[in-house]
């Protein structure tokens, strides 16, 4: 049976995202998105499902990286969930001197509890589902999506969030490089220019018939001073207009890498 990895443990927003992207396959968790992308280079999963970006935080810079890193894998598919953050405790909890969830997910709530809980110490463990594991007893807490909460735990009637419109950016990451005629309704890439007045303009002109969704810089980690910019374009990867236009942004580029098509 075909199996897609995700960042665990069960319950977490990945799982949603890859039972989504991947309704075919078995679902299973890893501990890291090192771990999910390592499962899908050695063969163990057919897919990885990562977390790409949030509506509030912005990128998830770890996976854009690992993807940057990793050659002989791309995205090929993409998906979109709704973030609702909700307080669980076990039945009868009081007294909350520790709240366990996410790093993204205690940013997101910073305002509800620094109002509500201001002395609790914020724990911040590797998904919002693994903050349930955390739950050993009456004054502990944990920020994570309500369908996560096993029966019998305690579940804030509504989304604790200080922004309630929350959406997080799911990437199907698969082996292989994309077929030149391969469709879809995206591009993503990266791109590295000169450091020198003009260059990125220079970089961006043959994107000017194409819709840019998306444009970021990260550092070169060997290079101060200087960054990759990370782009996505509404454009069919197959067809000859976005061909031309990304042939063109290589010419302009030091290097450029295609790192999905969805």
Known sequence: MLKVAYLGPQGSYSQLAA??????????????????????LCGTACAAVLPAENSLNGCVTQVIDLLQATDGVYASKSCILEIDHRLITLEGAGNITKI?????????CAGYLAENYPEAK???????SAGLEMLKDKTCACIAGAHAAPQGMCVSPCNIADERTNFTQ?????????????????????????????ALLRLLAPLEKLNLTRIESRPIKDRPGEYRFFMEVSADYGAEETSAALEKVRAAANSLKILGCY
């Open 19 to 40: 039972q989504r992207l991947c309704p075919e396959a078995s679902a299973f968790p890893c501990a890291s998105f090192q771990a999910a992308l390592n499962a899908v």
């Open 100 to 108: 366990y969830s996410h790093r993204q997910a205690l940013e997101q």
């Open 122 to 128: 914020l724990i911040a463990v590797s998904s919002t």
């Open 170 to 198: 799911f990437l199907m990451i698969v082996k292989g490089e994309i077929p030149q005629s391969a469709h879809g309704e995206r591009v993503f890439f990266s791109a590295t220019c000169r450091h020198e007045a003009g």
